[in-house]
C-alpha cells in the first residue's frame, strides 16, 4: 500500500524558515502607494493555518530598546512582546530585505495573525493565516487597538487619501517624495501621530496586539 506523505505542519514550516533565516517562498513586496508605502501580496494561493513568514529582526531586551533612539519611522517597526514573564522588543528597524516587517495594518479583516513561537529557546514573531488567500492578496494583520492615524483615512484612488476623521492632523503625504526619506523606503511618520499611539512605552504600542493574539 502507498503511503501518504506526511505534510509539514505550519509550526514545523515555521521553524524551517526560521533556522534558515529566510523568508518562505509565496510572497513579494509591492509599492502600493506613497501612503501606505510598501505591503507584502501572495504570489500563490496561501491555505488557512498556513505560516506565512517571520516578523525578523533583533531581539532586544525592553530595558536595551527604551535606551535606543529610534525616529518616528524606526519605531513604527518596533514590535513589543511578553516572553518568559519579561518584556521583549522585536527591532525590526533595519531595513533587511525581510517581508514579515513590510506586512501592512488592517484592523477590520486581517487575513493572518501574528503568534509567537520558541525555537532554540529564544521567542520568534511569526504571521500565520486566518483565512484562504488568493494569489494577489494583501497580506495584513491586526496591529492592535492603538489609535492608528490611517485607520481614520479612507483612500478615494490609488494616489489620494481622503481624510474622513480630522482628530489628528496628518501631513499630505501624497506630496512628498518617498524614496527620498531616512534612506529607506517608508512613509513619513507625523510627530502627532506617534502621540497619539504613545501609551506606555515611547514608541507604538504592539502589546495591545499581543493580548489579541493570545502571544501569552
Ligand atoms: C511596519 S511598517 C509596514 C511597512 C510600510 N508600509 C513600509 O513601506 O515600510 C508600518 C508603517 O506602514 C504604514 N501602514 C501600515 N498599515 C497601514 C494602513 N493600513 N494604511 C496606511 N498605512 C499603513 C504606516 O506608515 C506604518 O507606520
Redesign the pocket.
Known amino acids: 500500500m502507498l503511503k501518504r506523505k506526511r505534510r509539514t505542519s505550519p509550526l514545523d514550516d515555521a521553524r524551517t524558515c526560521i533556522l534558515s533565516a529566510k523568508d518562505k517562498p509565496g510572497c513579494v513586496e509591492k509599492?502600493?502607494d506613497c501612503?501606505?508605502?510598501?505591503?507584502?501580496y501572495a504570489s500563490e494561493p496561501i491555505e488557512a493555518g498556513a505560516f506565512i513568514l517571520e516578523y525578523r529582526g533583533e531581539l532586544l531586551s525592553m530595558e536595551k530598546c527604551h535606551s535606543r533612539h529610534y525616529s518616528d519611522?524606526e519605531s513604527?517597526?518596533l514590535f513589543d512582546f511578553e516572553w518568559q514573564k519579561r518584556h521583549w522588543c522585536i527591532d525590526?528597524s533595519k531595513e533587511d530585505g525581510s517581508l514579515g516587517?513590510?506586512?501592512?495594518?488592517?484592523?477590520k479583516s486581517p487575513n493572518c495573525v501574528m503568534k509567537k513561537i520558541t525555537v532554540n529557546n529564544r521567542p520568534h514573531l511569526c504571521l500565520f493565516a486566518v483565512k484562504q488567500i488568493e494569489t494577489g492578496d494583501e497580506i495584513?494583520y491586526n496591529?492592535g487597538d492603538s489609535k492608528?492615524?490611517?485607520?481614520g483615512?479612507v483612500?478615494v484612488g490609488p494616489d489620494i487619501?481622503a481624510a474622513v476623521q480630522t482628530t489628528t492632523p496628518y501631513p499630505d503625504q501624497t506630496s512628498q517624495d518617498y524614496s527620498k526619506r531616512d534612506g529607506?523606503?517608508?512613509?513619513?511618520?507625523s510627530p502627532d501621530?506617534v502621540a497619539a499611539v504613545q501609551t506606555t512605552t515611547p514608541y507604538?504600542d504592539h502589546s495591545t496586539l499581543n493580548s489579541l493574539v493570545s502571544m501569552k
Open positions: 509599492f502600493i501612503y501606505k508605502g510598501r505591503g507584502v519611522i513604527t517597526f525590526a516587517r513590510l506586512v501592512n495594518d488592517n484592523h495584513e496591529y492608528w492615524p490611517w485607520r483615512k483612500a487619501v529607506v523606503k517608508q512613509v513619513a511618520v501621530r507604538p
